[in-house]
């Protein structure tokens, strides 16, 4: 494992219940519109719930 990847690891193990939620809540939101169309396309989808886990760090450590 990569220090990058046992630093997210340690990072989604200090979120809360809360958070966890609102997390999945949002990758299923995503997941749903590549489903269900409007031109959203899976590769979108993926980049973006990337991006999303990358921001997790910066903004619990704020």
């Keep these: 494992m990569t220090?990058?990847?046992e630093n997210m690891i340690h990072t989604i193990d200090s979120l809360t219940e809360e958070?966890?939620?609102?997390?999945?809540?949002?990758i299923y939101a995503r997941m749903d519109i590549v489903?269900?169309?409007?031109?959203y396309?899976?590769?979108q989808?993926?980049?973006d719930t990337l991006n999303m886990f990358k921001e997790i760090p910066r903004i619990k450590h704020t």
């Design 35 to 39: 489903e269900n169309g409007n031109g």
């Design 41 to 43: 396309s899976s590769e």
């Design 45 to 47: 989808c993926v980049s």
């Design 19 to 26: 958070e966890v939620k609102a997390l999945l809540k949002l």
């Design 3 to 5: 220090k990058q990847f």
